[in-house]
């Protein structure tokens, strides 16, 4: 154990520090994460900013524990998951195919969205389905370094065009500073769980580690570089919650504009800002949606298929970081031509009502899921050590730790129960 801790001071060059942690964010903030926060300013003005930094809080929490398991123990979340019991396999197989076969149309429609509202002649799904080609085609070319730098591209231009929206938009300070009070405003729970529960992503948020993984930060000697690129990143997130609040007070709160639903609502904010500042800046935020909606696409093309391919090493009893679970490796192919070509149906269909209800389901049971088995994970019992957890004494989580997984725990619960009844209600 002491070479552990003297492996942690290492610091590796500063060129290094910021990455996975990056990635990650970038994934998870997607355009619903956008519209959440949007909403929820179009509504009630500033009064819940204090809950989009609370979101990227928890999200900061979790994410440094999945990241503090991986490089204390040298095993993949799902290795963690697996030592808990079978019943974690049970949950994951179904969730991930149905999550992803799903998700794989609701991205690509995402990313075409703005590319039709700039070019409208160009057909939805065509350039639906053209996209999810792009996206294939980049990750399975390239490496994850490479991949890397494609998304701090895109976090890139993400920053320019929503937080420079944002100060277009002449933020009032006094009223921001305020927002930073814990208020409930009337009719604003389902929008406080909603920004608290979706800034900053869902299922990968567990890819974390293997992200980690892929970049080379695989011991403790790295958990200190982990942490500051894991705040940094989520510093980075709460900023662009932070701007897409600000424009739905200033540009629809305060001019009494109800803001749409869906990913709809940013195409009618560039409009707003057309007409407001002119055309360029109408067209460059739909630029900054097609950044924030591809950079969730192939971050999930690329995370979630880690996360695959380890699911099915593990039930082969492949050693840990078999090259068929890298990057490259063919089941993480075999999962990217699952995201892909199988959604591709569904935008020429329909949304069949039962997966519909089965994604609803096991997507809001994910994120209790994941809170609770890190609490699991990263403890230990009065008696002595969990069997099955082999994370040294030095990284297991502390009172303050404990605390934010607990209110992670219960907040996801609250959600879960919400969004499952959301998902049920139009069909019974």
Known sequence: MTDTGQQTDARPPRWKVVGPGLVVAATGVGAADLVATLVAGAKFGYTLLWVAVLGAVIKV????GAGRYSLATGRTIFEGWRSLGRWTTWYFAPYIVVWGLVYGATAMSSSALPLVALFPDLSLRWTAMAIGLVGLALVWLGSYAAFEKVMAALVGIMFVTVVGA?????PNLGEIVLGLRPVFPDDSVVNVLAIAGGVGGTITL?????WLREKGWATPRFMRVMRIDNGVAYAVTGVFVVSMLILGAELYYSAGIAAQTGDQALVQLSDILEDRYGTVFG???????????????IGVWSGVSLMFAD????????????PDTRTGGRYFRAYMLWLTFPPMLLLLLDEPVGLILAYGTLGALFMPFLAITLLVLLNKRRDGALPHSEVPDEWRNGWLSNGFMVLCALLFLALAVNEIRETISPYV
């Open 166 to 170: 944002a100060l277009l938009a002449t």
């Open 311 to 322: 699911y099915v090493g593990n039930l082969r009893d492949l050693p840990s970081g078999h």
């Open 61 to 64: 929490v979790l994410v440094e």
């Open 283 to 297: 067209k460059v935020f739909l630029i900054g949606f097609f950044a924030s909606s591809f950079s969730s696409l």
């Open 206 to 210: 567990a890819a974390y580690g293997y």
